[in-house]
């Protein structure tokens, strides 16, 4: 690298101390304002006192006089930034307040008379209470009371049990996808709508949120159908509004009832969710009781039919199953004092009472046998119930290996008591009926806001729910076809065991334990829905995602959801109306199916991009990355501008904020990369993942160095090839290394790509190079990264850092996290940690109290906001006291100003001899003037004056030995003289030193908060000094300054 070169003048707004701070209203937003709004202070500029005159001369100190200064002497180096960037423990602080509570999950019970309650909840609900609880609830329904021994006996075991295994399997895995993306930051009220659409962006999450209100909003019919169909077939048959005047007629009378009960029911519940929901979340816990309950007392039959199965029978003519309700003897006569009569069983297939009556040609060729309803768990049925028996609509129900004679003419079956199909049936309709009784997954999400530990009790109590339910659904599907009949299976409303539910016959120690659990369980999950619907509304509306919807998000003065509860009862109407359980259950699969597929959706893009902000603290979940050929390369050059152009519309929300580098490499002599570990780095550091533009500057002109600079651009390649870099490369040739990298930080990238954090090497040389361009040009790179908003990342030793086949095998990675200034620092050590040469090395955070700070509350608080942000470190609170400014201290400072001083000195004299050497140059030429030959005369001697190596090496040693004659006593009067504001900051230099050394000597890598440039240009060299000080002792340190903006959030 070149040592001299001509630094163009550039006018710096900070290098007066007059004025005020140029971003001073447009300050970065810190992660504070996520917990509430400070104070703000009047940041106006008043007049200018004699103070400011003498402060012309303290190069770290800003002149704003809306800033308040800090006073002590331990954090000095960090003081000009402290409105930008505040001290760790005022964040925590704030933290320690904060609260993920949001209205919208559980009851506004705010007064209505316009006071609102300004305390502070805390939730208190559990894994047990808060979420297994209502999930079980959820899933276990009216389906497992009213289908599932149907679809047992239609599927048989073997299909019912790919039914219920496939459900289970698909939402287990929505499960650890959903906990992945809950555990991956806190969610508020809005549970999985806000998960999803916050993953995926508003588009697709509003649609999303759509089908999972749709999916809710017909689960509260699905519910409501149950609970009438359990009124009118097991509870008040004869409570029917139409009646049928036909056999034929009998199905549309029935739906007929159903559709008027039901909307009647719908209204109910609606006016009970209006008038008092607070009483709907009270009396869940007593639904579910009624769940468990009917679940105990279907187990316990279980056992019984071991003992003693139950007395229910089922009549067969042939091997077709009859109804029982208008006969009570299975036969078709019975002997009565010794006369042969008929049966009332005979009067409803023959046209008279007699024994020579003309009856049906089935009746009179085939048996009456009467068979037991509930064999028992040992009976053997379970053979028999193996396989499936699909059929069309309208058929009757016949029991297998069972001898029968066929009719000839079966055009009356119709009018006889037969147990039909009232449906056609296929496999995958059966997948439907029984999709929602596996759709509670969500329950516990939705109620994120009402738990004490989201993170921990999703994952947890969600699963838990799934298996334990999986292992109910499993163990029914297995039992009913071991201990019941097939064609009682088959029978779906229980017509041939008197009217029964099916499940209830097998239930001890009455079947009334399953109808009155059944029907309150479906009541409480129809409130449920109607309670949970209208919130999931009113959220996708207060988005504004769907403008049309937006009238939806208002409500009462509590919050209530009152437009949205109006339409979820329009749209549950619409199920009502459709009036069949069996009907309305696909569609409501198909809308959780969709709702699903994003929820993996959501899961698989956010790993597959590896985005910095995807930290969930669930682990169990996995998505495999595979490397696909480019079959539609033709469309890149498409794809790639909308993509731009897209990008440029807004900028990335924090969760997206990702580092997108811009590396600064040197290139030697040969052209070759200088520091090929700084390409090793930024692979560890990117993974291939984002923006990575590799770039040099060359010292010249284009027209005399082009083919050099496209040479040390294919080095670049190269090396980025050989460490497995993966971006982009580009050398540009400037008048000088400044001008270069001014350029580069300004405009490299296109459009939406262009990089927010720029990477580089500490210049380790700066001391020992002869002129003061290094030093210039580090502070330079600093400023212009500051002032376009864009972190930067300086690596000391970048040799020392391991390459990319290395593996460390132990060992730390210490973050001294000082200042907040937007949360890199913290996001940093995770994305290196990804990286297999750093993934055994563990992760700890320091940070440092005051005097007037709490340790013990500082480490609580940075523990529980660590564990907000998914992130696993130990956490260390160093205390760090005012104290005296040590001898050392002043030392240092004597030293670094007085080489100051010499390196002006210097400079001057360099100055002045090109001067006088040019304008030696321009009397020589200047032939037509004697005046001005006789006075190029005068002064021969200077003519020929050089600056050489050992003139140099001369300068140096007279200012070392007037420095080394002094000892530390005589030292003592120029420490009076000394610049105050420089002893403070060397202070803070060393103390922070001293702590950093003593805990992290030892790590693997060390990452700093990187103190901001000075705002007053003399101190640029004293800036430096301050910085080695700050490393001294250490080997591999990071040093991090963030660009203005948050990176990291606890949301995800």
Not at 163 to 179: F, K
Not at 273 to 290: R, T
Not at 321 to 330: G, T
Not at 938 to 944: A, Q, T
Request: charged share 20%; with cysteine; proline share 4%.
């Amino acid at each position: 690298m070149p040592t001299n070169f001509t630094v163009v003048p550039v006018n710096d707004a900070d290098g007066n101390s007059n004025n005020t701070t140029a971003n001073g209203g447009d300050k970065p937003v810190g992660l504070n304002n996520i917990f509430g709004d400070e104070d703000k202070e009047d940041n106006s500029d008043g007049s200018q006192s004699g103070d400011d005159i003498q402060r012309e001369s303290h190069p770290f100190i800003s002149s704003d006089h809306g800033i308040e200064q800090y006073d002590g002497k331990n954090m000095a180096l960090f003081e000009e930034e402290m409105d930008s960037h505040p001290m760790v423990s005022s964040l925590l602080n704030k933290l320690a307040n904060y609260t993920n509570l949001t209205q919208g999950v559980r009851e506004h019970e705010e007064a209505e008379d316009g006071v609102r309650r300004i305390a502070i909840m805390v939730p208190q609900m559990g894994t047990f209470i808060g979420v297994y609880l209502p999930c079980l609830q959820n899933i276990l329904g009216v389906i497992l009371f009213l289908r599932l021994t149907w679809i047992v006996g239609t599927a048989g075991i073997l299909g019912s049990f790919a039914i219920v295994s496939m459900c289970c399997i698909c939402t287990l895995l929505t499960a650890i996808s959903m906990s992945a993306i809950a555990t991956n930051g806190v969610v508020p009220a809005g549970g999985s709508y806000y998960m999803i659409s916050r993953s995926l962006g508003p588009e697709f999450g509003g649609a999303v949120g759509l089908c999972f209100y749709l999916g809710t909003t017909f689960a509260g019919s699905l519910y409501i159908l149950g609970t009438i169909e359990i009124l009118l077939t097991y509870i008040v048959p004869t409570a029917t509004v139409f009646e049928a005047k036909s056999i034929e007629g009998e199905g549309t009378a029935a739906l007929n009832n159903m559709r008027v009960y039901g909307t009647c029911c719908l209204l109910l519940m609606a006016l009970i969710v209006f008038v008092g929901v607070k009483y709907v979340n009270k009396l869940a816990l007593v639904f579910l009781a009624c769940v468990m309950l009917s679940i105990m007392a279907t187990y316990a039959g279980v056992i019984k039919s071991v003992i003693e199965p139950p007395e229910f029978t089922v009549c067969l003519l042939g091997n077709r199953s009859l109804k029982n309700e208008n006969f009570q003897v299975c036969a078709k006569t019975e002997t009565v004092n010794n006369q042969t009569l008929t049966t009332d069983l005979w009067r409803l297939f023959c046209n008279s009472e007699h024994l020579n009556a003309t009856c049906d040609d089935y009746f009179s060729l085939n048996n009456v046998t009467e068979i037991p309803a509930i064999p028992g768990l040992l009976s053997g049925v379970l053979k028999d119930n193996l396989w499936g028996d699909y059929g069309p609509a309208h058929t009757v129900i016949e029991k297998k290996n069972q001898d029968s004679v066929p009719a000839q003419d079966t055009s009356g079956d119709i009018y006889k008591p037969y147990v039909f199909n009232d449906i056609a049936t296929y496999f995958t309709l059966l997948v439907g009926i029984y999709f929602p009784s596996v759709t509670g997954i969500m329950a516990g999400s939705n109620r994120s806001g009402d738990l004490r530990d989201a993170q921990r009790s999703i994952p947890i109590g969600t699963i838990m729910a799934i298996l334990t339910t999986s292992f109910f659904y499993i163990s029914c599907v297995l039992l009913f076809g071991a201990c019941i009949e097939g064609v009682v299976l088959r029978d779906k409303f229980g017509d041939s065991v008197m009217k029964n539910p099916v499940i209830g016959i097998l239930a001890w120690p009455s079947p009334w334990v399953i109808v009155i659990g059944s029907f309150f369980s479906c009541c409480g999950a129809g409130l449920q829905s109607l309670t949970g619907a209208p919130r999931l509304l009113q959220a996708i509306a207060r988005d504004g995602i769907i403008p049309f919807l937006q009238i939806f998000g208002h409500g009462k003065a509590n919050g209530e959801p009152t437009w949205a509860l109006l339409l979820t009862v329009a749209i549950c109407e619409i199920g009502i109306l459709i009036a069949s359980l069996d009907a309305v259950a696909p569609i409501l699969s198909m809308f959780f199916l969709m709702c699903y597929l994003f929820v993996n959706l959501a899961c698989a893009v956010q790993t597959l991009l590896r985005t910095p902000n995807w930290r969930p603290r669930f682990k169990f979940y996995h998505w495999a990355e595979k490397e696909w050929g480019d079959g539609l390369r033709g469309l890149s050059l498409n794809a790639a501008r909308y993509a731009l152009i897209r990008l440029e519309e807004a900028p990335p929300h924090t969760k997206n904020w990702r580092p997108q580098l811009l590396v600064l490499c040197k290139l030697d002599s040969q052209l070759a990369v200088k520091h090929p570990r700084l390409l090793s780095f930024t692979t560890q550091l990117k993974a291939g993942k984002g923006l990575t533009i590799v770039c040099s500057v060359l010292e010249g002109t284009y027209m005399t160095r082009g083919a050099e600079a496209k040479s040390g651009e294919q080095n670049l390649k190269a090396a980025m090839a050989a460490e497995r870099t993966k971006g982009f490369s580009h050398v540009v040739v400037a008048s000088n290394l400044r001008d270069g990298f001014s350029l580069l930080i300004q405009s490299a990238g296109l459009g939406g790509m262009k990089h927010n954090a720029v990477l580089m090497a500490w210049p380790a040389g700066w001391k020992q190079a002869r002129d003061s361009s290094s030093r210039r040009n580090f502070i330079e790179t600093v400023k212009e990264t500051t002032e376009a908003h864009q972190a930067l990342l300086v690596a000391k030793n970048i040799d020392h850092f391991p390459r990319n086949q290395e593996r460390l095998k132990d060992g730390t990675i210490d973050v001294w996290w000082i200042v907040h200034d937007g949360g890199l620092l913290m996001l940093l050590p995770f994305l290196i940690s990804q990286h297999k040469v750093w993934r055994k090395c563990k992760m700890r955070i320091f940070t440092v109290a005051q005097m007037d700070d709490n340790s013990i509350q500082m480490k609580k608080d940075l523990q529980m906001f660590l564990y907000h942000l998914r992130l696993d470190a130990v956490v260390e609170v160093v205390e760090m006291h005012d104290s005296d400014i040590s001898a050392f201290t002043y030392e240092k400072t004597l030293v670094m100003e007085q080489r100051s001083q010499m390196l002006k000195q210097m400079q001057l004299s360099r100055t002045e001899r090109e001067r006088e050497a040019q304008l030696i140059h321009d009397r020589n030429t200047a032939s037509h003037s004697t005046k001005d030959d006789n006075a190029s005369v005068d002064k021969p001697e200077r003519v020929h004056m050089t600056w050489t190596k050992d003139k140099l090496i001369n300068e140096r040693n007279k200012h070392r030995e007037g420095m080394g004659v002094k000892d530390l006593f005589n030292m003592r009067p120029e420490w009076e003289n000394l610049n105050q504001s420089n002893v403070r900051r060397m202070h803070t230099a060393v103390k922070l030193n001293d702590v950093v050394v003593k805990k992290s000597q030892d790590s693997q890598l060390v990452l700093l908060n990187m103190p901001g440039p000075p705002k007053n240009k003399e101190g640029d060299e004293n800036y430096m000094e301050f910085l080695e000080v700050l490393m001294e002792g250490l080997d591999r340190v990071l040093l991090v300054r963030g660009g203005g903006r948050e990176v990291i959030t606890i949301y995800s």
